[in-house]
T-cell receptor, first 109, second 116 residues
Framework: KNEVEQSPQNLTAQEGEFITINCSYS?????LHWLQQHPGGGIVSLFM???GKKKHGRLIATINIQEKHSSLHITASHPRDSAVYIC???????????FGKGTHLIIQP | NAGVTQTPKFQVLKTGQSMTLQCAQD?????MYWYRQDPGMGLRLIYY???????DKGEVPNGYNVSRLNKREFSLRLESAAPSQTSVYFC???????????????FGPGTRLTVL
């Protein structure tokens, strides 16, 4: 069973700061997912990657397969980025995701 | 397209009552999932259906049953609700094509269930 660990659990930063959230997993995966959940809201998929780096707007996700580690970066953070960010591992096929416990991010104006 | 829809949005039950959570997707996805989200525990897989006609247990299946009614619909049933089943329940779907290892999951809005 894959164990997915995220850090930090909570992060408060000032608007404009560069944000990094880390994720590590214990066994090989087919893909690593980054998800976003706003308070009281649904869950949205941000990235799905199995190697290298992906970028979407101010968000960047990287993965190092050898080290079993992924990072989510937010550049020029904004209060609307305040949310819970969740990483999840998929082992391939249709077996569902194994989730980290999430990082609660607050960006203060 | 509505994506993944769930009903109801909120529900309060008494211990021992039964209920069914409904989930439907209009993206012609093959696979569907039920997760529960609890404070401090994160999201955990209850049951999944890899394709129409199949269902399998996930990490926390006890106390639940599921039905994949057709390709669109996947329901979760609590036969005798317990306070430990108080949680937020999310349904998700993915295309899960064999030719692709990329299986982005699309989530419904969630059902907040309280069992007294």
């Amino acid at each position: 069973k894959n164990e997915v660990e995220q850090s930090p659990q909570n992060l408060t930063a000032q608007e404009g700061e560069f944000i990094t959230i880390n994720c590590s997993y214990s066994v090989g995966i087919s893909a690593l997912h980054w998800l976003q959940q706003h308070p009281g809201g649904g869950i949205v998929s941000l990235f799905m990657l199995s190697s290298g780096k992906k970028k979407h707007g101010r968000l960047i996700a990287t993965i190092n397969i050898q080290e079993k580690h992924s990072s989510l970066h937010i550049t020029a953070s904004h209060p609307r980025d305040s949310a819970v960010y969740i990483c999840a591992a998929s082992g391939g096929g249709a077996d569902g995701l194994t989730f980290g416990k999430g990082t609660h991010l607050i960006i203060q104006p | 397209n509505a994506g993944v829809t769930q009903t109801p949005k909120f529900q309060v039950l008494k211990t021992g009552q039964s209920m069914t959570l409904q989930c439907a997707q209009d993206m012609n996805h093959n696979s569907m999932y039920w997760y529960r989200q609890d404070p401090g525990m994160g999201l955990r897989l209850i049951y999944y259906s890899a394709s129409e006609g199949t269902t399998d247990k996930g990490e926390v299946p006890n106390g639940y049953n599921v039905s994949r009614l057709n390709k669109r619909e996947f329901s979760l049933r609590l036969e005798s609700a317990a306070p430990s089943q108080t949680s937020v329940y999310f349904c998700a779907s993915s295309e899960n094509r064999k030719a692709s290892i990329y299986n982005e999951q699309f989530f419904g809005p969630g059902t907040r269930l309280t069992v007294l």
